[in-house]
């Protein structure tokens, strides 16, 4: 993990408050990894003061460029939105534990949940996946139609079933709905419930979640993000530096 | 780098910046970003008796220019403290200042007799001051009566010098400053978290788990100068100050107030280089203030014959 002044080159709305920012850094790499996160400074005082955990979309080594794609929503994300290219944005990174791309061979087949602000990372996940020969199949679910981003992004990488709460565009209802499928593996990001109701796919092939937690320091030193680990009152992990991704079953969701 | 060197209780400090308890954890994180020789000490976790888990998540909220958090003490627990974290943090030469907490006075007593025994435990900081759990913590710092027992009792079987954390949730901390002191307290350090709390619009409850927190942060610092202003008049022991500190400027500001060395919390969150930089950064600071060494500046706030050469300008 480094500290990099990374420029930003380019910032546009993608769907409604959706920002997609790509950062520039010579030492961005493929040493950023599919499910790890950056924990970005927004604007230059304390107000707000801590960083903001943004989940990697899209990694180009050769470039040295970072995509990320988060949800203006509270004071930093929407500083961070009005910031034009040119603009020095200070980030940590690459940090946490990413999915386990390596573990899934060739001819595999893999289904890739995302629910919400939970879909970008999903989409760096697949194209490595894919560049492994794995057969990558996406569900993603969004509130409504003006929530739904990347649609063309993941339709170029496989199958995409996209569900809205409201049904006012795909399948309506919820991921859950759309999960009648087989799969060695399944990865997924986004809000507990949706996550809780994954865990009970463990009996069909390998899960893997990305968790979402209030974070301070990103780096595993202040125990703000901590989750309880099945069967124990005591043992812990972090989800800023043991996680965000766990295997289903690992940690108390 | 000597125009920085301070001598405290237990503690030759090569410079007078370390992390703050609580924001470090034991060092392991943050060694991964710089040497930690850098620090001038290492301010440790908490650690009590017993591995606590601590509160339950939400643990922070933000706040403007600060943070809430109600961690809850979560820690190994002494055993594991000594036999894992210590000795990784011998590696290091740096000063380590044990956090002690506890529930009980016996709590304090037994983990400061045996934590005070590890070798690079220079000094202990007795956390009376806690405001995040229910029992012991802030009970015992916001009275007194028994802010001076427990000080007493762990003067006695210390074997380093003891410095009490000082809640800033108290009505007049000069009499919890003045009861541990004659309770033979070696130094203070001051100040913990202001209580605090948010509620979320959406679901109309307190953001964190836990209801209330501890506030910290830029936004606590005047409260923390003030204090120390207050407290470094009226007792003889020396000040560790802390509070929202983030540049040299504010270590200087500590030191005009009564401080004789600093420790830097919330920061290290924002920015994990930002003990070594304020480190950097006062050798410069000093020179543009006409300040040959760092010791001059302690108290000059209320020293009345002295004024700095910039301020004339």
């Known amino acids: 993990m480094k500290q990099l002044k990374t420029e930003l080159v380019n910032q546009r709305k993608i769907a409604a408050s959706i920002y997609e920012a790509v950062l520039y850094h010579e030492s961005i790499d493929d040493q950023f990894k599919p499910g790890q996160f950056v924990h970005v400074k927004a604007g230059a005082g304390s107000d707000p003061l801590l960083r903001r955990p943004i989940s990697i979309c899209h990694v180009d080594p050769e470039e040295h460029l970072l995509t990320m794609i988060y949800r203006a929503e509270g004071k930093g994300t929407n500083l961070l939105k009005n910031e034009v290219p040119g603009a020095v944005i200070d980030i940590l990174g690459p940090l946490g534990n990413g999915f386990p791309v390596d573990e899934v061979k060739s001819g595999q087949k893999a289904v890739l949940v995302g629910g919400g602000i939970g879909v970008p990372p999903l989409y760096y996940l697949s194209e490595k996946l894919r ?123 | 780098m000597s125009r920085l060197t301070i001598e405290l209780p237990g503690l030759s400090l090569k410079n007078p910046v370390m992390p703050a308890s609580g924001c470090f954890g034991f060092g392991r994180e943050y060694s991964k970003f710089y040497n930690l020789e850098k620090l ?16 339950p998540t939400p643990r922070v909220a933000e706040t403007s220019s600060g943070m809430l958090n109600a961690i809850g003490l979560q820690n190994p627990g002494l055993d594991n403290v000594l036999q894992s974290e210590l000795p990784w943090l011998s590696q290091y030469d740096v000063p380590v200042i044990a956090n002690v907490a506890g529930s009980t006075i016996e709590d304090y007593i037994a983990v400061s007799e045996k934590i005070s025994k590890a070798e690079n435990v220079h000094a202990l900081e007795l956390n009376i001051s806690c405001p995040n759990v229910k029992e012991g913590g802030l009970a015992f710092g916001t009275v007194a009566e028994t802010a001076y027992e427990v000080t007493k009792e762990v003067k006695k079987v210390s074997r380093v010098p003891v410095y009490v954390k000082l809640s800033p949730n108290v009505t007049d901390i000069v009499s919890i400053a003045k009861a541990v002191e004659k309770a033979g307290a070696d130094g203070l350090t001051m100040i913990n978290t202001l209580l605090g709390m948010r509620i979320d619009l959406k679901t109309g409850k307190p953001i964190l788990a836990n209801g209330a927190g501890g506030l910290s942060g830029p936004a606590i610092k005047p409260v923390a100068i003030r204090m120390i202003h207050q407290v470094s008049q009226e007792v003889s022991i020396p000040i560790i100050g802390m509070g929202g500190i983030q540049s040299a400027e504010d270590v200087v500001e500590y030191f005009l107030a009564g401080a004789s060395a600093v420790a830097v919390g919330t920061a290290n969150f924002v920015d994990p280089f930002c003990c070594p930089t304020i480190i950097e950064d006062l050798p410069p600071l000093l020179d543009e203030l006409g300040v040959n060494h760092i010791n001059e500046l302690i108290g000059r706030s209320w020293k009345n014959e002295w004024t700095l050469q910039s301020s004339s300008r």
């Open chain 1, 131 to 253: 560049e492994r020969g794995v057969a990558v199949h996406h569900v993603n679910g969004f509130q409504s139609k003006e929530s739904v981003f990347y649609e063309n992004e993941f339709k170029e990488l496989g199958p995409l079933t996209i569900t809205t709460a409201d049904g006012s565009y795909g399948e309506s209802g919820f991921v859950t709905s759309q999960l009648d499928l087989s799969f060695d593996y399944l990865f997924a990001c986004g809000p507990s419930p949706m996550l809780q109701a994954l865990e009970a796919y463990r009996s069909k092939g390998k899960v893997y979640l990305s968790l979402e937690q209030r974070m301070g320091c990103g780096i595993g030193a202040c125990l703000a993000c901590v989750c309880h680990v099945h069967g124990s009152d005591l043992a812990y992990r972090k989800v800023c530096s043991d996680g965000p991704v766990f295997e289903a079953g690992e940690v108390v969701l």
């Open chain 2, 40 to 55: 001038g000490a290492i301010m440790v976790k908490a650690t009590t008796q017993e591995p606590r888990f601590g509160n």
